[in-house]
Nanobody, 120 residues
C-alpha cells in the first residue's frame, strides 16, 4: 500500500504565498511523475503542474509564472510553491503520483486533498 499525504493548505490573502507538500510513503519502489491538480466547487479537476523523475516540469496556463513545482526524490516528496495568489486559485488541491510499488506493479495514486482559500 502507498499513501500520499498533503499538507500546507490554508487561508491566504490575495497576492500572498503558500507552499504545499505531498509525501509518498509505504511500498514505494520508485516514482515516475508527480503532479498537482485542483478542483473548485462545481468545476472539473484541472491539472496545475507536473514534474518527472528527471525534473522536467509543465504548468497549466493559469498558473505559469506564479507557481513552481519541485520534488525531493530522496524524501519521495513533491512541493508546490504558490505565489501571487488570486481568489480564482481557491480550490481543493490534490497530489497525484505514478508509482512503481513493491510487489504491486505500477499504480497511480491520489492524495486526500488540501483546501486553499484566497480571500481578504
Amino acid at each position: 500500500q502507498v499513501q500520499l499525504v498533503e499538507s500546507g493548505g490554508g487561508l491566504v490573502q490575495p497576492g500572498g504565498s503558500l507552499r504545499l507538500s505531498c509525501a509518498a510513503s509505504g511500498s514505494v519502489g520508485s516514482i515516475n511523475y508527480m503532479a498537482w491538480f485542483r478542483q473548485a466547487p462545481g468545476n472539473e479537476r484541472d491539472l496545475v503542474a507536473t514534474i518527472t523523475s528527471g525534473g522536467s516540469t509543465k504548468y497549466g496556463d493559469s498558473v505559469k509564472g506564479r507557481f513552481t513545482i519541485s520534488r525531493d526524490n530522496a524524501k519521495n516528496t513533491v512541493y508546490l510553491q504558490m505565489s501571487s495568489l488570486k481568489p480564482d486559485d481557491t480550490a481543493v488541491y490534490y497530489c497525484n503520483a505514478d508509482i512503481n510499488t513493491w510487489g504491486g506493479g505500477r499504480v497511480v495514486y491520489w492524495g486526500q486533498g488540501t483546501q486553499v482559500t484566497v480571500s481578504e
